[in-house]
Nanobody, 124 residues
Framework: QAQLVESGGGLVSAGDSLRLSCADS????????MAWFRQAPGKEREFVAG????????RYADSVKDRFTISRDNTKSTVYLQMNSLKPEDSAVYYC?????????????????WGQGTQVTVSS
């Protein structure tokens, strides 16, 4: 079974940066698309960023465009989320996800594999 292991969350101040990492111990990334989602208390899980494993096309939520960057390292089977200019409203549990398809969906139900989540808290 594929497993996604996340790291990089923490407590930061507004305007700071964080880089999240998600390593695949199986084959979750090799044949499809990967994405980052986030979920704050009382809210639905929302799409943040996504890309295909075999291409450089990227897609972002409007709320994070020009601040966040998704990238990958195929040799390490790892996907990253670089988060700059963080705002308090970015505070949430961030999850990496993958699906056995090359299509990047913005709806969580279409993803097959999920990480455990990492907490990001941005103070004012």
């Amino acid at each position: 079974q594929a497993q996604l292991v996340e790291s990089g969350g923490g407590l930061v101040s507004a305007g700071d940066s964080l880089r999240l990492s998600c390593a695949d111990s199986g084959r979750a990334f090799s044949s499809g698309a990967m994405a980052w989602f986030r979920q704050a208390p009382g809210k639905e899980r929302e799409f943040v960023a996504g890309m295909r494993w075999n291409a450089d096309n990227t897609r972002y939520a409007d709320s994070v465009k020009d601040r966040f960057t998704i990238s990958r390292d195929n040799t390490k089977s790892t996907v990253y989320l670089q988060m700059n200019s963080l705002k308090p409203e970015d505070s949430a549990v961030y999850y990496c996800a993958a699906r056995a398809s090359l299509v990047v969906f913005t709806t969580a139900r279409y993803y097959d594999y999920w990480g455990q989540g990492t907490q990001v808290t941005v103070s004012s």
